[in-house]
């Protein structure tokens, strides 16, 4: 299994309706993609800050995501909602719990 972390900023005024859209649009997308097990959004609703953790089955399954034009549509879905542009970072998972 391989985790993707992906971190942005959100607006702390705005953070209600990226959770509605990561919620009502980039959800049911992930739930029909190849190997994607399941998912997190977390966050802190007063900075703005914000962590998006996927866990797929391979590698190759979450490679073949981000590569695919998937995810650059989920992130422009929030655009007038970042900060920033989001950071990501992927590993193995050694040890599931």
């Known amino acids: ?3 993707r972390f992906t971190t942005t900023q959100v607006k702390p005024e705005t ?3 990226a959770i509605q859209i990561y919620s009502e649009q980039v959800k049911p997308v992930l739930k029909g993609i190849k190997g994607y097990k ?3 959004l977390s966050g802190d609703r007063k900075s703005g800050k914000s962590i998006v953790v996927a ?3 391979t590698e190759a399954d979450a490679n073949a995501y981000y590569s695919s034009g998937k995810y650059a ?3 422009a879905l929030f655009a007038q909602h970042l ?3 989001p950071t990501q970072e ?3 998972v050694f040890v599931e719990v």
Request: hydrophobic letters at 50%.
């Open 55 to 57: 866990v797929w089955e």
């Open 90 to 92: 992927q590993f193995e």
């Open 15 to 17: 953070v209600i309706e």
């Open 73 to 75: 549509e989920g992130i």
């Open 38 to 40: 399941s998912g997190y």
């Open 1 to 3: 299994m391989h985790i």
């Open 83 to 85: 900060i920033a542009p």
